[in-house]
């Protein structure tokens, strides 16, 4: 019984910044992948970052130097900062554990990811 519950979220200027937090309960293991996945209003949901239990980190392109990923095992808390907000970061987002445990980079495909936070809204104003 995996829980996950994300946090954090709020309303920011363009250029500011906010740190989402995911706790994960239940039964907790380090070494899946996690990740953090976004979706806006009457947009698909897509994927934002991922990392596997030694930090290594998988970015996707529109974020990569603005937002970090990373995870606290001894706390089973995920992170994402984000700086340097744009208005097109306005989503709800969500952070997702995988059902398999892994050594290597994770992937940011959802269909990877078993477990779901309800999410936490961002919202970005110009």
């Known amino acids: 019984q995996v829980q996950l519950a994300e946090s954090g979220g709020g309303s920011v200027q363009a250029g500011g910044s906010l740190r989402l937090s995911c706790v994960v309960s239940?039964?907790?293991?380090?070494?899946?992948?996690m990740g953090w996945f976004r979706q806006a209003p009457g947009k698909e949901r897509e994927a934002v970052a991922a990392?596997?239990?030694?930090?290594?980190?998988n970015y996707v392109d529109s974020v990569k130097g603005r937002f970090t990923i990373s995870r606290d095992n001894a706390k089973n808390t995920l992170y994402l900062q984000m700086n340097s907000l744009k208005p097109e970061d306005t989503a709800m987002y969500y952070c997702?554990?995988?059902?398999?445990?892994?050594?290597?980079?994770?992937?940011?495909?959802?269909?990877?990811?078993?477990?779901w936070g309800q999410g936490t809204q961002v919202t970005v104003s110009s």
């Open positions: 997702a554990r995988s059902a398999l445990i892994t050594s290597r980079v994770c992937s940011t495909t959802a269909e990877n990811y078993l477990y």
């Open positions: 239940g039964a907790t293991s380090s070494g899946n992948c």
């Open positions: 990392i596997n239990r030694d930090g290594w980190t």
